[in-house]
Structure formats: C-alpha cells, structure tokens
C-alpha cells in the first residue's frame, strides 16, 4: 500500500532551525512535493524534489533520498509566520500525490 | 504565475440545494484539475481528477451523480453538490497542474491549489 509518515506536530523557537522529516512507501516514484498549509486555508506549493539531494530555496531547503524513501524540509530562522502544518507529498506512478495529514509546526517566542 | 482561483470561498446553503463551485487558472492552461475535500485536522481528500473535455474520473467511494465535474475549457473547472445535505459540509479545494508549463514554473507536475471553498449545509 502507499504509506507516509510524519511526525504530528512540532515546537520550534522564533529563530531557530527545524527539520522536519517524511518517510514514504508508493506505488512507483515521480518525486516528492512540499507544501505548507496554514489553518483555514489551503496548501502553497513550497517544493519538489525529483533527484536525490538538497534543494535550497531561501529560508526552506528539502532533501531527498529515493532509495530510502525518505525527505525533510528544513526551515531556517524560523518566523512566528512558519507555524502551519507542512505537508510532505510524494507523486505516485499515475502521477497522483499521496496525502498524509502533514506535521503541524508550533513557533513560540 | 500559477495563480488559481476560487469561487465562492463561502457558501452556506439549505439542505437539499445544490451548490456550484468555480476553479480557474488565472495566469496558465491546465490540462488537469482536482477537486479536494478536506474536513478539520484531516488530511486532504482527493475526490476527483478533471482532464479538459473528458469525463473526470473520481475516487472510489465519491459519488459521481452527487458531485457533477465540469472542465469545458483550459482555465475552468466546476464542482457541483447537488442535494446537498449537512454531512456535505466541508472544505472543498481544488488544484491546477501545469502540464504545458505556460505558467514558467520549473515542472508541470506541480499542483497550485486555489483558496478554497467553505461549504456549510443546513
């Protein structure tokens, strides 16, 4: 079956560096998505990963690693603005992303 | 770019009314839309994949006759519950994918999503 796991939730200090890590079984690989979703509202596209290694765009960086089915956003001086949930979403063989419930990020002053 | 819209981003409604929602892609063609649902601190809830000028196909366990998807052109989707009922009420959000990358962004597998529909029957 297709599986992701990722933690709940997180607590982070206004500042600092959080990483946030996702494991994933599919059905096939076409790369890896992450979103971040604010309460009441829908997900922003933050990044895809399609080869292993790490993408660092700004503030946010996502790493990649097919052969063990395992990615991480990390966010840098994190902003009272960050706290949101992040969702990690790998793209199946159909093309199709694979939802999990995402890790819900607390920052704290 | 990849801007997606959404309308009505509010909608509250008597049981047994239908309800439309309006997707569009502002800023790029989109060969593929999907339509989510997502109830409170709930994973999202894929409930149809919408290609444009053929039937959409839908998730097991979705109503086709209850949820009609219409994607007549490249920059329009619409969802429409139809005897809506108070079970009905939920966060309906849809996305677009940029398969012809008219929008410039890096890949066409990416999926914008619009604001989002609150739907509240009752």
């Known amino acids: 079956g297709q599986n992701i796991d990722q933690p709940t939730e997180m607590t982070a200090t206004e500042g600092a560096i959080v990483q946030i890590n996702c494991t994933y079984q599919?059905?096939?690989?076409?790369?890896l998505f992450w979103y971040q979703q604010h309460a009441g509202e829908a997900p922003t596209f933050l990044s895809y990963n399609v080869l292993d290694g790490l993408e660092e765009k700004g503030r946010f960086s996502s790493f990649l690693s097919r052969s063990k089915g395992y990615s991480y956003l990390l966010l840098k001086e994190l902003q009272m603005k960050d706290s949101a949930s992040y969702l990690c979403a790998p793209m199946d063989s159909n093309y199709q992303l694979i939802w999990g419930a995402g890790t819900k990020l607390i920052i704290k002053p | 770019g990849a801007v997606v819209s959404q309308h009505p981003s509010w909608v509250i409604c008597k049981s047994g009314t239908s309800v439309k929602i309006e997707c569009r892609s502002l800023?790029?063609?989109?060969?593929?839309m999907f339509w989510y649902r997502q109830f409170p601190k709930q994973s999202l809830m894929l409930m149809a994949t919408s290609n444009e000028g053929s039937k959409a196909t839908y998730e097991q366990g979705v109503e086709k006759d209850k949820f009609l998807i219409n994607h007549a052109s490249l920059t329009l989707s619409t969802l429409t519950v139809t005897s809506a009922h108070p079970e009905d009420s939920s966060f309906y959000i849809c996305?677009?994918?940029?398969?012809?990358?008219?929008?410039?962004?890096?890949?066409?597998?990416?999926?914008?999503f619009g604001p989002g529909t609150r739907l509240l029957v009752l």
């Open positions: 800023d790029f063609q989109a060969t593929t």
């Open positions: 599919t059905s096939g690989f076409n790369g």
């Open positions: 996305s677009a994918r940029d398969a012809s990358g008219t929008s410039g962004r890096a890949t066409g597998e990416t999926q914008y």
